[in-house]
């Protein structure tokens, strides 16, 4: 390229654009400023005297390249285009900053909106996110859910439960389609979202289960079915309806409000006085950790429901907000039981405590009871009956005798301490501490937090063979040994199964025989349990009767899962015999002296030569078992 | 300069505007299909998906987590690129260059974590729109040109 050219491309770089007219009026008001047009007449020049004024210049040839005008304006319009291009990119990068920064800085949980966070909650169910879902519910009332999530969702993978700890719900299609929500504002930050119109669809895809589950499910297909979420309540004549609260600006889905509002419009309840809580935060609670547990306890001996309202953290549990539909609907409620002795200890961690509760009392019918951590020692009530026989040999029952049994219960099952005991000698794992948080400088009794502990370490202590054999499937298990004939096993002290081999061939008859040292098991007849399993993994139908003198005959040469369930607290021995050289005791074992001897007037098997009669008995609740079954009658 | 070539330049602008828009738009769209995280985005997306119990090594969630906020970033930031010096210029070039590399890192990662049966959009999303920006930078067109 020339030199010229580039002075050219210098010169065309100076300045800015304009047209020819803008530049000679530049010109001349420069000229005229500097004095050079004095008598300079305005007019323009007559025929020959342009050529006299000119400069005589020696017109050289100049080899230019050619430019192509057409480009010159799109060269302008490219420019601005760019720029509003450079202009979204920066703003994008704004928009990703302040993003990233919400996401490490803020909760990065809940909707813009109380519709949003409804639309958030369906979406994660929609697409199986239980942590989705968990971020979208108020924070403070779900404080550590995700972890418990995480947990079991973990420990399901580790059981083989789920293929994917990821996908926990792989092969159950939930699906909220056309969800129509309307918004009522129930106080600053409060909203009720109703739902007008939608449906929910569930649809079960048994290959997406894992083997488990479909081993489990056997017997079942795919399954679907739809509810109009809208008509979920129309039993209590209610709209279906969730409430939201608003935290730092983003809308939450409230379960405990959606709760006790949904509590208080059944019960026609006075209306909650929304946020009181909160704004009361620091004149409720208690002074310690300490205070909080025991005053809990003692109001909840007392009756005094407006104290335990009180102890409860207005953001978790907002019973404060409903005390006036809560006092109404309690008022006729009195509990039966005094506090004798009571004693905490509190270890503090931040705004969190951990509480161990120890103490006793009575009930108002002088029954001992006592909670050490999570444990509860209370009265397993049993119920016998007594009865006469006539001279036709029909039974009467003639007096009942309640039997109270100290029953200690720890982790889930202590949980349940005011309902019926629950046998369930898994559910070892026990969280010693009630979780007490502080808010605003007062400590606060956290019923979440302390049943979240609770379950989390039931999680832990779920192991495969509690699991089996809760799912009914514990022939599944790998075997714990092999059952030869007239040796005797030990079962372990659960009520997790015991699995075992046996290689029988067709025609050959068993019978099984039992001992154990917990008498109250014995004398309940409330002992082992026995399933037979062929190879093929389908149960013998005759195994039930193995412990009670019924001899199982074995339809084929192969190997048997022998799966004993033990319900005793003491080791139990199990010895499978064949029949013909089984002892006396196997083949006519006693009646447990718990059972109602009787008279036989029933049907009588002529298949066994058994007869087997259960009596009338009153309508009553009972954990006492007074059926029998009486061999060799 | 040959006329085939020159028709190539508004195409590679577009190509590497869409891919820009691909990287920033893989941030809202699904990064995992189903089950847990696949509601969520950026940190809490992070956090859900290494609580799985899976691994990367060398990265931490930290890590990860700004491996994740920066495919958006490259992809606003190539816009800025394009927009001042176009699509060829060195400077949108490094841009695709690091871009391609942030997204393979990333996918990689979610591949490890969720596995791809549950792999959603967002990842190959992003993958394709680095590949893009690579490719509409060392497209045959004339040097120079600015984005449209």
């Known amino acids: 390229m020339s030199e010229l050219h580039d002075r050219f491309e210098r010169l065309a770089r100076r300045g800015t654009p304009r047209g020819v007219d803008s530049v000679l009026d530049a010109a001349r008001s420069v000229a005229e400023g500097t004095g050079s047009l004095a008598g300079v007449v305005d007019d323009a020049p007559v025929d020959g005297e342009a050529s006299a004024l000119a400069p005589v210049v020696e017109i050289q040839p100049v080899d230019l390249q050619p430019f192509d005008l057409r480009h010159a304006p799109s060269s302008r319009r490219r420019r601005r285009t760019g720029s509003m291009v450079a202009a979204g990119g920066v703003a994008a990068t704004l928009f990703v900053g302040v993003l990233a920064i919400g996401s490490f800085v803020g909760s990065g949980g809940g909707s813009d909106s109380p519709e949003g966070a409804v639309r958030q909650l369906a979406s994660a169910v929609s697409h199986g996110d239980p942590l989705a879902a968990a971020d979208v519910l108020a924070p403070e009332e779900v404080r550590s859910l995700d972890g418990t999530v995480n947990a079991a969702t973990k420990k399901a993978q580790e059981l083989t439960l789920v293929q994917d700890a990821s996908a926990p719900l792989s092969g159950l299609d939930l699906s909220v389609d056309n969800l129509g929500l309307t918004t009522q504002s129930l106080g600053d930050g409060y909203a009720k979202v109703t739902v007008d119109g939608g449906t929910i669809s569930a649809h079960t895809d048994k290959p997406k289960f894992s083997p488990l589950m479909q081993k489990v499910l056997r017997d079942s297909g795919d399954n679907s079915a739809s509810t109009d979420l809208s008509k979920l309540a129309n039993d209590e004549n209610l709209p279906t309806f969730v409430v939201t609260v608003q935290h730092d600006g983003h809308w939450y889905v409230s379960v405990a409000y959606t709760v006790l509002e949904y509590v208080r419009e059944v019960n026609h309840a006075p209306p909650a006085d929304f946020g009181s809580g909160v704004k009361a935060t620091a004149t409720l609670g208690a002074d310690t950790p300490d205070a909080a547990v025991t005053g809990a306890l003692q109001a909840l001996s007392q009756g005094d429901w407006s104290k335990l309202i009180a102890l409860a953290p207005p953001d978790e549990i907002p019973v404060y907000d409903y005390r006036a539909a809560i006092l109404q609907l309690a008022a006729d409620s009195h509990p039966n039981f005094n506090i004798g002795k009571v004693s905490t200890a ?42 006469v026989t006539d001279s036709s040999g029909a039974i009467t029952p003639d007096t009942t005798q309640v039997t109270s049994t100290p029953t200690t219960e720890c982790g889930v099952g202590g949980l349940l301490f005011l309902a019926a005991p629950v046998r369930d000698t898994d559910s070892h794992a026990s969280s010693d501490a009630i979780t007490v948080v502080k808010e605003d400088g007062r400590w606060f009794v956290s019923p979440v937090g302390t049943v979240l502990d609770i379950v989390d370490q039931a999680i832990a202590g779920v192991t495969q063979r509690s699991l089996y054999t809760l799912l009914n499937v514990p022939q599944l298990l790998p075997p714990d040994g092999t059952l030869t004939l007239g040796k005797p096993v030990t079962l372990p002290a659960s009520s997790a199964a015991g699995v075992y081999t046996f290689t029988g061939h067709a025609g050959e008859r068993v019978l099984g025989q039992e001992t154990s040292s917990d008498t109250t098991a014995v004398n309940d007849g409330f002992t082992t349990e026995v399933r037979v399993f062929d190879s093929n993994g389908k149960a013998l139908d005759q195994a039930y009767g193995l412990f009670e003198g019924e001899a199982l005959q074995l339809p084929a040469d192969g190997t048997y899962t022998f799966v ?6 003491s080791p139990e021995t199990v010895t499978i015999w064949d029949e013909a050289n089984a002892p006396e005791a196997a083949k006519h074992p006693s009646v447990p002296s718990g059972l109602q001897e009787c008279t036989i007037t029933g049907s009588v098997d002529n298949g066994t030569g058994r007869t087997c009669f259960t009596p009338a008995l009153p309508s009553q609740s009972a954990t006492a078992t007074t059926s029998t079954s009486v061999p060799g009658a | 300069m040959p006329e085939g070539t020159r028709r190539a330049a508004p195409v590679a602008d577009v190509v590497y505007l869409a891919g820009g828009a691909a990287l920033l738009g893989s941030a809202f769209i699904q990064w995992v299909a189903r089950g847990e995280g696949s509601g969520l985005r950026g940190h809490a997306l992070v956090d859900a998906v290494v609580a799985l119990g899976r691994h990367v090594p060398a990265l931490s969630i930290g890590r990860l987590t700004v491996l994740w906020y920066l495919v958006p970033a490259f992809g606003a930031a190539s816009w800025i690129a394009c927009g001042l010096t176009g699509p060829r210029s060195r400077v949108s070039r490094a841009l695709a260059g690091a871009a391609l590399v942030m997204s393979v890192l990333v996918f990689g990662a979610f591949v490890r974590l969720v596995g791809v049966d549950r792999l959603g959009w967002g990842p190959k999303v992003a993958l394709a729109g680095a590949l893009a920006l690579c490719a509409a930078s060392w497209l045959p067109l004339r040097r120079g040109g600015r984005c449209t």
Do not use: P, Q, Y
């Open chain 1, 564 to 569: 004993f369930e033990s319900f005793t607290r």
């Open chain 1, 346 to 387: 509190a270890t503090v961690s931040g705004d969190t405590a951990k509480v161990k509760l120890t103490a006793s009392g009575t009930t108002n019918d002088g029954a001992k009871w006592g909670v050490d951590g999570s444990c509860f020692t209370g009265s397993d009530e049993s119920v016998s009956f007594g009865s």
